[in-house]
């Protein structure tokens, strides 16, 4: 009986409270050594006839005899031979009970942190779900409790301990043992979060007395002093944040302290709060919601688990396990959890969403606070109905504040003169995020660039701040290179003065709305919204690239042909996906052939009429709602309603151009490196050949690819030629004999 005296811990005589959590755990197997003793004192009392028993001694655990059937039916043990042994041991074990109890509470009290009392603690365990936890830590540690389990449970194949052992270590009565059946139950904390029920040796649909007990690696390392996150989570977890300072804050303090304020209230009850809180924050602004989550949880000196909820998509068989593990998380933890793009999970199908809407529910009932992000409002209220529920919006931030962030988070780069944080600000409607990452990414761009000059030019932060634009506006429309500049393009003066005032309007955005408070008086219409209207050719794509090359930006070409459906309701989703990604992109929208949907609507004579108005005012909405730039293109301008032209910030009409204005386009067009014949003479030219800007533009390429074929530099003859070729492809007629004849006379 030598190998199964108790193993206690080390001396702590003259102390009354535990000085280590392993302390605890070694006097705690103390105990279980006991009950060991006990049952094996019990079993050879039992097995006192085992060696008449022949063979079947010899084959114990494999084979069982007569006389070990009736003592199997008979479980007497008041006449047990070892009866002294065994009241002394009780007797041991209840001084034990005691001590144990007693260093528990002192240690509770003079705060020493004991890794088993803390989890029973956050997972309201009792004292025999407590001793089941042991008996399952035992063989973690130390391979004798296999081998005395295996003796034990009469089973040398059986290491681990099974329900029925651990009935028997713990239960005196049969009575107990039924009642500590439930500790077993798949919602009971045991099976839910600490232990791993398996079937025995028999195989599927075993009794659950006999089924195997293993102790969760978490669990282990957890009472072990290890409380990292589960292995089985690092790929869905994007971090966690202990408590922490989170620094500088990028979102709205008012808002803040609301959400604060009312935690604070909502947990401030004595006992057990009401219910926990679910929180939906939706906007644009993936940084300011997380850090406002961030912030805070360290206000309330609680931990935050991120978990990416794209990543939960990608293995919907495993979706319910792992989102327990993310529950027993946030219990382990101590931590509240915040699920990035959330609202992804709003197409899922109706056996899906009961998944997780069950799964949420205990984690709202487990966490005290629960975050999902998104992008849209009422995308995820299927999932949280009937629990306390908050939506709150981040939108991005006006024009002042997304000024004060490039300041602020500029504090830790250098950057050259000609930087404008105004500019900025009013052309890219960025949120703090981007602005961080875009600002990263202009540092990264001037070391490629430069190893010797770190400071930051403006060539680089445009071309940062065009990375971190979306890009998925270029499914739905053109995206335009912008090549042209105010050299380039040969207008009226009062249409290159409107042109510049558009440009105006977008530069100095923040001072008007902001600083002088323009802002304030505007619900909407913050951005610009202009009609080029004019014949082909007569220069409104070009207009459109200046302007897209004197801000700097992105510019996107929508042909309206393709977006108008003759399906009720579909022009509307095509244009509304299209603002919506265009907010994204910070993008000049330029749409073209704006006659497929403008058209003289002042009298309506059947319904198609009448849903062609509603397609119009939903076009003109979204672009007085869009902050960004917005510009319409058509042909034929007197087919558009007066009434829609008053919603138009800037009209500017393209003419035909003139003898003179004709003169200045050819003079333009010509890149500076073509070779031209003296003998070109663009005064004849404009003179003979009266076509737009980008008939022109057609005629001077065609005319210089003749000339490369010839070898020889660009003539007369090359243009005339080309000339001919362009009228043939516009079905116009043109006197080119006198064109001819007065070339011949120079």
Not at 348 to 364: F, N
Not at 391 to 406: A, G, H, I, N
Not at 495 to 501: A, I, R, S, T
Not at 577 to 590: G, P, V, Y
Request: hydrophobic share 40%; net charge negative.
């Amino acid at each position: 009986m030598s190998e199964l005296q108790p193993v206690t811990g080390k001396n702590t005589l003259g102390r009354t409270e535990y000085a280590t959590s392993w302390e605890h755990i070694s006097d705690e197997l103390a105990r279980l050594d006991i009950r060991i003793r006990l049952q094996f004192l019990k079993q050879c009392d039992n097995n006192k006839n085992r060696k008449s028993d022949g063979i079947f001694g010899q084959l114990r655990g494999m084979a069982i005899s007569g006389s070990e059937i009736v003592q199997m039916l008979e479980e007497d043990t008041e006449n047990c031979q070892y009866t002294e042994e065994i009241r002394a041991l009780k007797a041991e074990l209840k001084e034990l009970d005691s001590r144990i109890e007693s260093k528990r509470a002192a240690s509770a009290e003079k705060g020493v942190y004991l890794a088993l009392a803390e989890l029973s603690q956050l997972l309201k365990l009792t004292h025999f779900e407590e001793q089941c936890i042991v008996i399952c830590l035992a063989i973690e540690l130390d391979r004798k409790y296999q081998k005395l389990f295996a003796i034990l449970q009469d089973d040398m194949t059986l290491k681990k301990p099974c329900v029925d052992f651990v009935l028997t270590l713990l239960c005196e009565s049969k009575e107990e043992r039924i009642k500590a059946r439930r500790y077993f139950d798949a919602e009971a904390p045991l099976p839910k979060y600490i232990l791993c029920l398996t079937d025995g040796a028999s195989g599927n649909h075993d009794p659950l007395i006999s089924r195997v007990l293993k102790l969760e690696e978490r669990i282990v390392n957890f009472l072990l002093g290890y409380n990292h996150m589960d292995s089985g989570l690092t790929y869905i977890v994007n971090g966690t944040y202990a408590r922490k300072d989170t620094g500088s804050v990028y979102f709205s303090q008012e808002k803040h302290n609301k959400i604060l304020k009312f935690v604070e209230l909502h947990f401030s009850q004595v006992g057990k709060p009401r219910e926990n809180v679910i929180f939906y924050f939706y906007g644009p602004d993936g940084y300011s919601k997380r850090q406002q989550a961030e912030t805070l949880c360290n206000c309330l000196d609680i931990n935050l688990i991120i978990a990416d909820t794209v990543r939960l998509l990608e293995n919907p068989a495993q979706l319910t396990e792992i989102l327990l593990l993310l529950e027993r998380e946030t219990i382990l933890l101590q931590s509240a959890i915040y699920f990035e793009d959330f609202d992804c999970l709003s197409g899922a199908d109706d056996t899906y969403s009961t998944k997780i809407k069950y799964v949420l529910e205990s984690i709202a009932k487990s966490c005290p606070l629960t975050f999902l992000s998104g992008e849209s409002p009422g995308k995820v209220y299927k999932f949280v109905n009937g629990l306390s529920f908050i939506e709150m919006e981040f939108e991005v931030p006006p024009d002042r504040t997304r000024k004060e962030l490039w300041e602020e988070m500029g504090k830790d780069y250098k950057f050259a003169s000609d930087i404008d944080f105004d500019t900025l600000a009013g052309k890219f409607r960025f949120t703090p995020g981007k602005i961080k990452d875009t600002l990263f990414t202009a540092q990264e761009l001037t070391r490629w660039r430069s190893n010797e000059d770190s400071r930051i030019g403006i060539k680089d932060l445009h071309a940062a701040c065009r990375m971190q634009s979306s890009h998925k506006l270029g499914t739905l429309a053109q995206k335009l290179k912008p090549k042209y500049t105010w050299r380039d393009i040969v207008l009226l003066p009062d249409q290159v003065k409107q042109l510049e005032e558009i440009c105006n309007q977008v530069k100095y955005r923040q001072l008007v709305n902001d600083t002088w408070g323009f802002g304030h008086k505007l619900s909407y219409g913050k951005g610009v919204n202009a009609l080029f209207s004019g014949p082909p050719g007569t220069g409104k794509t070009m207009a459109a690239e200046v302007i897209a090359n004197e801000l700097d930006l992105d510019l996107y070409k929508i042909d309206l042909a393709q977006v108008v459906s003759k399906y009720i309701g579909e022009t509307e989703k095509n244009l509304q996906k299209i603002f919506r990604e265009a907010s994204e992109s910070n993008a000049i929208l330029f749409f073209d052939e704006a006659d497929a949907l403008f058209g003289k609507r002042s009298e309506i004579k059947d319904a198609h009429d009448r849903y062609a108005n509603v397609e119009i005012a939903f076009l003109l909405q979204k672009m007085e709602e869009y902050d960004g730039i917005t510009i319409l293109a058509t042909n034929l301008f007197g087919n558009i309603d007066s009434a829609f032209i008053r919603r138009i910030q800037f009209v500017i009409e393209f003419s035909f151009p003139d003898e003179e204005y004709r003169k200045r386009i050819w003079e333009v067009t010509f890149p500076s490196e073509t070779p031209l014949d003296k003998g070109v003479d663009f005064d004849l030219l404009a003179s003979e050949i009266r076509l737009s800007g980008g008939n022109i533009k057609n005629i001077a390429l065609a005319a210089a690819f003749l000339a490369a074929k010839d070898k020889d530099r660009v003539k007369m003859a090359h243009l005339l030629q080309a000339a001919r070729r362009e009228h043939q492809k516009l079905n116009r007629s043109w006197n080119e004999s006198n064109l001819s004849r007065r070339v011949l006379e120079k």
